[in-house]
């Protein structure tokens, strides 16, 4: 697999505060990473940075080799890369299928059918288990349709690189089993690599690749679930109390992958 996103030296800076400072990480493509930190770290400026919401004040966004840093959200939609928000923000006027079909319109970048755009949507709403009647409206969807009607909209704009902004939040645990399950049905059936910004560490920790960690606005440990989740650092200011129920959680995950390994051998 190569390289998908490079990011170097990535800074910006809010008159004398500096959210983010000087972050760099690659993300290759088809994988899962996993953004974490406390509140305040940096995590959705880093988004915002990546999405085109905000310029960076000083580093470099390479998407497969191209400067992104500094374009608009809309160039960087039509280049491939979509993002959720943590409050989703339907349009309560129109249906929830309306609601995805002017995304696959925005993120075609060119004049697409209403057939088209309507398949595009009608896709997305089914990766996402949300009905696909044309009928349905936005008003009947509670936390978890909402947080899924977010997940199609981004997704029918076609990304190649999804990021996904508290995807959990709101959510009972079966429903947060459920959207990480989602998550990586979208990686597996499309091929999407998928950058996640997640409070909810052991639903996130059984998903993700690796682990990029922010404190501060600045990257304090880098890599494996497993190995992140038992950085002394990463425990000290980010995990505390949760650290064992995550390290449990993580060592289930990987005994399960030896077990998998073991039976398809």
């Known amino acids: 697999m190569g390289t998908m996103l490079e990011v170097r030296d990535l800074t910006k800076r809010f008159g004398g505060f500096t959210a983010v400072d000087r972050i760099g990480f690659d993300l290759a493509e088809g994988e899962i990473l996993g953004l974490i930190g406390p509140n305040g770290s940096g995590k959705s400026t880093t988004f915002n940075l990546i999405a085109g919401a ?4 000083a580093g470099s966004i390479k ?34 299928l309306e609601n995805v079909a002017l995304a696959a319109y925005f993120g075609a970048n060119r004049l697409i059918s209403r057939s088209e755009a309507w398949k595009r949507a009608e896709d997305a709403l089914t990766l996402t288990q949300l009905p696909t009647d044309p009928s349905v409206r936005v008003d009947g969807l509670g936390a978890a349709g909402l947080k899924k ?14 990021l996904a902004d508290e995807s959990l939040g709101g959510l009972d645990e079966q429903e947060m089993d459920q959207a990480a399950d989602m998550l990586s049905d979208i990686r597996r059936e499309r091929g999407i690599t998928i950058i996640w910004v997640e409070h909810i560490m052991g639903v ?3 998903v993700v690749d690796r682990c990029v960690v922010l404190d501060h606005g600045e990257i304090i440990a880098t890599g494996l679930p497993q190995e992140v989740a038992h950085d002394p650092k990463v425990v000290e200011v980010y ?3 949760d650290a064992e129920s995550v390290q449990t959680q993580v060592a289930g995950r990987s005994a399960g992958e030896a077990a998998g390994g073991a039976a398809a051998c």
């Open 63 to 96: 998407l497969e080799g191209r400067e992104i840093g500094g374009l608009s959200p809309t160039e960087v939609c039509h280049l491939g890369i979509a993002r959720t928000y943590q409050i989703p923000r339907p349009f309560r006027k129109l249906t929830i």
């Open 204 to 206: 996130l920790m059984r």
């Open 149 to 162: 009607l977010e997940l199609a909209r981004a997704l029918a704009t076609q990304p190649r690189l999804l």
């Open 54 to 57: 905000l310029p960076p004040s």
């Open 239 to 241: 995990l505390g109390t």
